[in-house]
C-alpha cells in the first residue's frame, strides 16, 4: 500500500511539472535564434552590463532583466568566449525574483576567467531550454573587448 501511494505521489509532481513547463513555454510566443546580434531582442531580455564593446576583465559582473520565460527553473546559461570561440567562462545566472511570469525579472552573476589570448570576445546570454528543440533556442551575444 505504501507503494502505491509513493508512485501516486511521483506521478503527481511529473504531471505539475510538466503543466508548469507548458505554461512556461506556450505563455509568449517562440522566437527565432539571433545571430550574433543585440537588437531585436528588448523584448525578451536587456543587458545592463556589459554594453556592446565595452573593456571587461576578470571577475566580470553581468547585469540585466529577462522575461520569465528566458528563464528554467530560475537560471539561465551565460558564457564568455574569446575571439576564437573558447569559452573562458560558463555559468548559470540566477532568477532574482519570481520567475515563472511574462514580466522581467532582473538578473545579475559574475564571471571569472583567465586572461584570454585575444582581444576581443563574446558574452552569450543563452535562453534556457530543457526541451532541446530548436524551435525555442534563443541567444543574444554581446562583443566585448578584453583588458
Do not use: C
Not at 511574462?102 to 546570454?125: A, D, Q, R, Y
Amino acid at each position: 500500500m505504501r507503494t502505491h501511494t509513493i508512485v501516486t505521489g511521483m506521478i503527481g509532481v511529473a504531471v505539475i511539472t510538466v503543466a508548469a513547463w507548458l505554461f512556461v513555454f506556450r505563455v509568449l510566443p517562440a522566437h527565432a535564434p539571433a545571430e550574433s546580434s543585440t537588437t531585436g531582442h528588448e523584448d525578451l531580455i536587456s543587458v545592463s552590463t556589459p554594453a556592446a564593446n565595452d573593456a571587461v576583465t576578470s571577475p566580470l559582473t553581468v547585469t540585466g532583466e529577462a522575461r520569465g520565460n528566458w528563464y528554467f527553473e530560475a537560471s539561465f546559461p551565460v558564457r564568455v568566449l574569446d575571439a576564437n570561440g573558447t569559452v573562458l567562462a560558463a555559468v548559470p545566472v540566477q532568477a532574482q525574483g519570481e520567475w515563472m511570469t511574462e514580466n522581467f525579472v532582473p538578473f545579475h552573476t559574475t564571471l571569472e576567467f583567465e586572461s584570454p589570448t585575444t582581444k576581443t570576445g563574446t558574452i552569450v546570454f543563452q535562453k534556457d531550454n530543457p526541451s532541446g528543440l530548436p524551435e525555442f533556442d534563443d541567444e543574444i551575444r554581446i562583443p566585448v573587448r578584453f583588458k
